[in-house]
C-alpha cells in the first residue's frame, strides 16, 4: 500500500501522532497566506468617532494622521499627556447666505474629540502637530526609556 | 449660554464608483460634496484631504464636470502601522450640468483639502415669466 504525502509536508507521522498540533500549523500557514494577499487593504473597524485615525510609529515616533479638511489651525485643540494624544476641535462650515439653493449638502460641521491612548510613553513636551492640505499630523516623540535598545552581541 | 453645537458623525470614505475600468492601481473616493446656486453661478464645494492645487484636476467638456485628485502622501515607508481607519486613494467625482456655463470665467480655490469650484451662469439670469394663451 503507498501512503501517499502532499507536498513533502509530513501528513501522516506528526497527524497521528499530534494531531492538534498539524491542526496548528495549518491554521498557522493559512493566516499566514491570508496575511500575506491582504496587506493593501488593512483598514480595520474603527472606533466610530470622528475624526478616523490613523497611526504609525517608527523607532523615534508615533505619528497621528487624521483627514479634517477646511480647519482654521485656531480651531484645533491638541494636547498630550505621558501615554496618551487628544484630538478636539471644531468643523465650521460657513453659511453661504440665504439666497442660495442647495442641490447636495453632504460635508458635516461639528465638534469633535478624539483621546487614544498609544502603547508605549511619549515625551509629551517634544510633540508637534502640522496641518497641511486638510490633514493634520501629530508627531509624538517615543520616552527614552520606551525606544529599542540595541543590545551588542558579544562571542 | 453657550451655543449648542452638534458633533461630527462619522462617516466613512464613500468609495467612488467608477463605469470605467480603472488603469490604476488603488481605491477611488468620491469626496463629500456640497453643491448650490444662486442667479449668478454654480458653486461646488469637495472635501478632499490630502490634496495639493499641484495635484487637483477640474475638466469641463460636453457639459460633464470632472474633478479629479491625487493625495500627498506624507507616511515614510520605514513606519509600520498600527491603527488604519481611514484609506488614501484618488479622489473622483462626476457632475452634469444643466445650466449654460460661462467656461472662460470659472474659477477655483482650494483651501487645506477644500476645494471650492465656482462656475458662473452665462448672460444676467432674469426671471421669465412665459405667458400661456388660452386656446
Known sequence: MMIRRMGGWPMWDEAVTAPFAELDRIRRE????????????????????????NVSHDADNYYVRAEIPGMNLNDFEVSATGRSVSIAGERKIAPEGEQ??????????GKFRRQLTLPSDINPDNVRARYQHGILMVILPKANHAKPKKISISE | MAIETKDIPVRGKQEATVTKEPTFAGPVFSPAVDVFEDDNAIVIVADMPGVSSETVNIDLRDDVLTITGVPVVSDRPEEEFLLKEYETGKFFRQFSLSETIDQGRISATLHQGVLRLTLPKVGPAKPRKIPVQEA
Open chain 1, 30 to 53: 493559512l493566516s499566514r497566506l491570508v496575511e500575506s494577499t491582504l496587506p493593501t487593504r488593512t483598514v480595520r473597524p474603527s472606533a466610530g468617532v470622528y475624526p478616523l485615525l
Open chain 1, 100 to 109: 442660495v439653493k442647495y442641490h447636495r449638502r453632504e460635508r458635516e460641521g
